[in-house]
């Protein structure tokens, strides 16, 4: 069974920081994996996924993550942020390999809260 | 195009009662999920249903929880004799046909956040 982990439960950044947030998973075959974010009081909606090809994945609002199979990672990044991108972030992976049926489920981490102050 | 609704957004309910989720998935959508998040956890996958077709219940508790996602209508998610334990907010996601795989991208509802007294 697959497990994933987000290392820092609640970041606080300043606007124009850098951001980076690290997932790390635990499966033995192929991934796919995805970063949600959920606005306050709003549903969670899909800023970005891998399922194969370049590494390095572009998302909207100018999100980044970085899938390094070597280290069961998959990083968000965003070199400068803003305080509207004040939310919680989790990250998730699904078996990439079609065949039974348990893989249309997605495993998440634990979510890590970020705070902007302008 | 709407996106998944549920409903109710909110919920109470004493110990005993039963709770019914409702969540009408994306225009098009055949695929419904469940996931709970319990309070300073992630969501936890709970039930993939296709329509009348329970397609993986592994995340499911063994009693008192069962969903349905019938030929009409939206999907239920039903709790019977609720604990507090079971206070948690509930997510549904729908993809549309054949994206149940591994490349299916699940679309999120708001939630619903079910409180037991």
């Known amino acids: 069974a697959q497990s994933v982990s987000q290392h820092n439960h609640h970041v606080i950044l300043s606007e124009a920081a850098s951001l980076e947030l690290g997932c790390n998973y635990s499966?033995?075959?192929?991934?796919?994996l995805f970063w949600y974010v959920q606005y306050p009081g709003q549903h969670l909606q899909l800023l970005l996924k891998?399922?194969?090809?370049?590494?390095l994945v572009k998302g909207i609002k100018g999100f980044e993550a970085e899938f390094i199979k070597s280290k069961f990672s998959f990083n968000l990044r965003k070199p400068s942020v803003q305080w509207s991108d004040t939310a919680e972030y989790f990250c998730?992976?699904?078996?990439?390999?079609?065949?039974?049926?348990?893989?249309?489920?997605?495993?998440f981490g634990q979510g890590t809260i970020l705070t902007v102050h302008p | 195009n709407a996106g998944v609704m549920q409903n109710p957004r909110h919920l109470v309910r004493r110990r005993g009662q039963e709770a019914r989720l409702r969540c009408s998935p994306m225009?098009?959508?055949?695929?419904v999920y469940w996931y709970r998040q319990l309070p300073e956890e992630g969501l936890k996958f709970m039930v993939y249903?296709?329509?009348?077709?329970?397609?993986?219940e592994s995340g499911m508790p063994k009693e008192r929880f069962s969903a349905e996602f019938p030929k009409e209508g939206p999907s239920i998610l039903r709790i019977q004799q609720v604990v507090r334990g079971d206070s948690a907010a509930y997510f549904c996601?729908?993809?549309?046909?054949?994206?149940?795989?591994?490349?299916?991208?699940?679309?999120f509802g708001p939630g619903t956040r079910l409180l037991v007294l």
């Open positions: 996601a729908s993809s549309p046909p054949g994206t149940g795989g591994p490349m299916g991208t699940q679309y």
């Open positions: 225009k098009g959508h055949s695929h």
């Open positions: 499966y033995g075959g192929t991934v796919n």
């Open positions: 998730a992976v699904k078996a990439g390999n079609a065949g039974g049926t348990s893989y249309g489920k997605l495993t």
């Open positions: 891998y399922f194969s090809g370049d590494p």
């Open positions: 249903l296709q329509k009348e077709n329970i397609i993986d």
